[in-house]
């Protein structure tokens, strides 16, 4: 892939990761209150899927993060190379996970 090539396909990327998150992030129709009792009801089931949301946001942004550090490689002229050792990161790796900053060996 060329310059041009992973620059479309990193912000496609950080396009989708935010899309994501905001999905995440919206506000539920019924915000009623949360209870807790002893037998798994609505309201168990509700922080249950709002906990996994979280997760699922945290994970997102991390990903996040990493397309824009391989974005910020890419101005800096080091993408390709891990961020721990200097070492290339491997085209398979990089074709498969564009916004790879590390080798195999530190990731």
């Not at 479309?8 to 949360?34: F, N, V, Y």
């Not at 309201?43 to 996040?64: C, E, K, P, S």
């Amino acid at each position: 892939m060329d310059d041009q090539e992973i620059r479309a396909t990193l912000s496609a990327k950080e396009a989708d990761l935010l899309e994501q998150m905001a999905r995440l992030t919206r506000p539920e129709q019924d915000q009623g209150a949360i209870s807790f009792g002893k037998r798994v009801g609505d309201g168990t089931a509700m922080a249950v899927d709002r906990l996994t949301a979280v997760g699922a946001h945290d994970n997102l942004q991390g990903i996040l993060d990493q397309v824009r550090r391989a974005q910020a490689k890419l101005e800096e002229g080091t993408y390709g190379r891990c961020d721990e050792c200097g070492e290339e990161i491997l085209e398979g790796r990089l074709e498969v996970r564009p916004w790879s900053t590390h080798c195999l060996a530190h990731s």
